[in-house]
């Protein structure tokens, strides 16, 4: 019962938070979301098959969820709004509560029922339930007018990274600190090929091709001279080169080279220099034409399918021999090298894999935004995506997107909104002092890095602890050392 | 802990590859550079000169991070990624301070230099508490439980956060502070110009004015001070036990936390007073100018091999010396790649730096 009640309150919480923060109708989504979070946190019900007492179960703890989320709601209809300028509609209130239980209750009481079935059936079930609120949710975004689709692509960017950076570091246990580059290095590749920079103006297909190729190759170029260092030493290095590309994409733009004398390059614009590539071409499919920034849904349905094909192979990969040799040269070394794994291939194949989810992940940015700039590719960029690994749980796929989820709509979504609010709060109390303060932008670094700290000292395992990884995050004893 | 040869096991030679990769490299991309370079340093010996001073000063301040990151990974082997970010909100404190005491370059010099002195003993002890402080709280606790790669992590994340907190200092509008962080939270803060600039090589076209003299003799009496209390004291003789091994320091009765407590607060210390100073040499300070300073700081201590207190010094000085040539000969936009290129190719070709003996990399 306890663990139920904690779970009906972690979903409760999110919605709360949704509904309190963001306003409209996007306390419909917040019972959503918190019906989606109570069903998966529940613990798997004992005994199996026992239907009834899971519609009950996913009843009671639906209501506590849907009581917090309604609460946020009221708080922030009644409350708030009223203050930074929106006036108290009472039905558009009535519509969001009703909404909320609507959407919220049902898939809480779904999502239990599904836990109680036998593993086989219960994975088929999340896969389904899944499926759905991804597919609909462009739809449903666009019916309660929420404007989030904007947000949600690069979230899904940030994620389809972090599945590539946990090769890297979950998987072979590399801890790479500049994995952002490869980001970088795919976008420009991609915006070279497909852009009148160079008047080479393929398709967006054949250039998120050359964008992974180019990031692979990148990978391993990176990636060799690295190989004899190992832990910190490595985490360092890795730095240095993520810190080295954008400098060297930034200031590549008037490249002379002179071998004596002879003029082979002068004032040559290689990468477009603060200036970065602009414009990018976009993709263009036969029945929706070229894909246009003011329509999001085929957007968002392409990065979801670069995504599902990339989760794929990474899962594949995992259960492979490559896969199994990745984890025991994480594990140890020496004996992986004594068992017979060729450690630098299989070092190097990470390095390489890892920068080529990255390098579709930047093609796709560089055409969604149809620009990029050396400045996006910073080591911020590199230090989010291993918060979001690490908080979902190094070497668990599972996990990096939850913990991605976690991390990207903190970032994208929650801040701004509570920035916006906090700001009209502070206007209307009079108080000019905390005026400038801009919480949105403000605010980030001390999210990424209390992540990091608390997460290192309170569950290193991640949120969703990987079951092979057990022995590089061992979890803590929390027993400080005494004086 | 004895280091073992994994290269014995080995049938690649890993080494040899990286090696080959950044000599192809090198030969490539950096040979007519180079020549450039050198033909015009020799073309005008003035310039060399004056950027060798420059390299000198800097590679002061330099040296006084890189201490502290050669202290603490001497003794936890833990790269202490928030060291940078300490000095820069060393900067900011010591500004704050200098607000209210409310020092102008109008102060006469004898209520100035005191004044000066203090901010700088209080500049110091503040960065030190807060280095105590977060070695108690965010790496104690994970040292010999977690692996390394935790603390490391829980080092980026508290670096993450002292760069959050001097951009909230950013907003500080007490009134005693005088406005010393102006009006806009984000923008770089600028020191009132209370070090003399007389040139004291004045006619001679190269310069190296009075305030670098003081950033350099107060860093020297600094670093001299540190290599004593090492070398010297019996704390320091417990530092150096501890960072040989901790087990049996232990067993000789040596309070192992409370000396490497003793590591941060001396590292946080002279980050603390390096920060002051470049802030006051330079004239300004950004809540993000730590991220670059202690890369360099810590390249600085690779090159002279981590864990030794005078290779740390002479990293430093060649660090900044190097840096100095390279915004003049090559450009200020590289010097960064610059730095971080030196620090791969010490890290692939000798890890152990230029005075660090073969222990280093235990992994």
């Not at chain 1, 798997?44 to 989320?69: F, K, Y």
């Not at chain 2, 950033?215 to 209390?229: D, E, Q, R």
Request: with cysteine; proline share 4%; aromatic share 10%.
């Amino acid at each position: 019962m306890n663990t139920r009640i904690r779970s009906s309150l972690i979903g409760g919480l999110f919605g709360f938070a949704i509904a309190l923060i963001s306003g409209g109708f996007a306390g419909i989504l917040a019972g959503l979301v918190a019906g989606l979070i109570n069903g998966f946190s529940v613990p798997q019900a004992e005994p199996l098959n026992n239907r009834a007492g899971a519609v009950r179960q996913g009843l009671v703890a639906s209501l506590i969820a849907s009581v917090l989320t309604i609460l946020g709601i009221v708080i922030r209809s009644v409350l708030i709004d009223p203050v930074i300028g929106t006036p108290l509609n009472i039905t558009s209130l009535l519509i969001s509560i009703i909404g909320a239980l609507i959407l919220g209750i049902p898939v809480c009481v779904i999502m239990c029922v599904i836990r109680t079935e036998p593993p086989a059936r219960e994975r088929i079930g999340l896969a389904i339930v899944i499926g759905i609120v991804l597919v609909t949710y462009p739809w449903l975004d666009q019916f309660l007018n929420l404007r989030f689709m904007n947000e949600v692509i690069p979230v899904l960017v940030f994620i389809l990274m972090a599945l590539g950076l946990n090769i890297v570091v979950g998987y072979a246990g590399l801890l790479d600190l500049g994995y952002a580059a490869f980001f970088a290095i795919g976008a420009y590749a991609a915006g070279m090929v497909s852009s009148p920079h160079f008047g080479i103006s393929w398709s967006f297909w054949l250039a998120i091709w050359v964008a992974a190729a180019v990031a692979a190759l990148f990978g391993l170029i990176l990636g060799s001279p690295t190989l004899p260092l190992r832990g910190d030493y490595l985490a360092i290095v890795t730095l240095g080169f993520g810190e080295i590309v954008p400098i060297a994409i930034k200031n590549l733009d008037k490249v002379t080279i002179n071998i004596w004398n002879y003029p082979l390059l002068v004032d040559f614009d290689f990468t477009g220099g603060t200036k970065g590539i602009n414009p990018i071409n976009r993709p263009w499919l036969p029945v929706i034409g070229e894909f246009s920034p003011s329509t999001p849904i085929p957007w968002y349905f392409l990065i979801l399918g670069i995504m599902l094909i990339s989760i794929f192979f990474i899962s594949r990969l995992r259960n492979s021999r490559l896969g199994r040799a990745w984890t025991a040269l994480r594990e140890d070394e020496l004996a992986a090298g004594a068992m017979g794994i060729n450690t630098v291939n299989v070092k190097l194949l990470a390095f390489a894999i890892g920068a080529t989810v990255s390098g579709l992940a930047g093609a796709f940015y560089g055409s969604y935004i149809s620009a990029i700039f050396p400045e996006s590719f910073r080591f911020d960029v590199s230090v989010m995506l291993l918060c979001m690994v690490i908080l979902g749980g190094l070497g668990n796929m599972s996990g990096v997107i939850l913990g991605g989820i976690i991390i990207q709509f903190a970032d994208r979504l929650f801040l701004p909104q509570f920035s916006t609010v906090v700001q009209k709060l502070i206007v209307a109390s009079g108080n000019e002092s905390l005026r400038e303060v801009n919480f949105a932008s403000d605010f980030r670094l001390l999210l990424f890095g209390l992540t990091l700290v608390l997460m290192m000292i309170l569950r290193p395992q991640g949120l969703v602890p990987s079951g092979r990884a057990a022995r590089v995050m061992p979890p803590v004893k929390v027993e400080v050392p005494h004086d | 802990m004895a280091t073992m040869r994994p290269s014995a096991i080995r049938t690649v030679p890993w080494r040899l590859l990286g090696q080959i990769a950044v000599v192809i490299f090198c030969l490539l991309f950096l040979t007519i550079p180079f020549v450039e370079m050198v033909k015009a340093m020799i073309a005008d010996p003035q310039l060399l000169a004056r950027q060798l001073l420059i390299g000198v000063t800097n590679g002061a301040y330099i040296a006084l991070i890189a201490l502290g990151y050669t202290l603490v990974y001497g003794i936890v082997e833990l790269i202490n990624f928030a060291h940078g970010d300490l000095y820069m909100l060393g900067a900011f404190f010591s500004l704050s301070l200098i607000g209210a005491f409310s020092l102008t370059t109008e102060t006469p010099w004898s209520i100035r230099a005191p004044i000066l002195i203090v901010v700088l003993i209080a500049t110091m002890g503040f960065t030190a508490g807060l280095n105590m402080l977060v070695d108690r709280w965010a790496y104690r606790r994970l040292r010999g439980v977690g692996s390394r790669m935790a603390s490391l992590i829980s080092a980026i994340g508290i670096s993450f956060v002292f760069q959050n907190l001097g951009l909230l200092w950013g907003y500080l509008r007490f009134p005693f502070m005088n406005g010393v962080m102006g009006s806009n939270a984000v923008a770089p803060k600028s020191f009132p110009a209370l070090l003399p600039s007389v040139n004291l090589f004045a006619g001679t076209g190269v310069r190296f004015g009075a305030k670098d003299l003081i950033v350099v003799g107060v860093s020297v009496v600094l670093l001299i001070g540190l290599y004593l209390f090492v070398s010297k004291t019996r704390l320091g003789k417990a530092m150096r036990a501890t960072a040989q091994d901790r087990d049996a320091a232990a067993l000789m009765g040596i309070d192992v936390n409370r000396t490497i407590s003793l590591a941060f607060v001396l590292g946080g210390a002279l980050a603390g007073a390096s920060g002051m100073l470049v802030g006051l040499y330079n004239g300004t300070a950004v809540f993000d100018m730590g991220f670059t300073a202690g890369l360099r700081s810590f390249t600085a201590a690779v090159l002279g091999g981590i864990g030794n207190i005078v290779g740390a010094m002479l990293g430093g000085l060649l660090i900044g010396i190097i840096s100095a040539l390279s915004d003049q000969y090559i450009s200020t936009k590289w010097t960064n790649a610059v730095v971080f290129g030196i620090l791969v190719i010490i890290l692939v070709f000798r890890p152990t730096g230029l005075l660090g003996d073969d222990t280093v990399q235990k992994a």
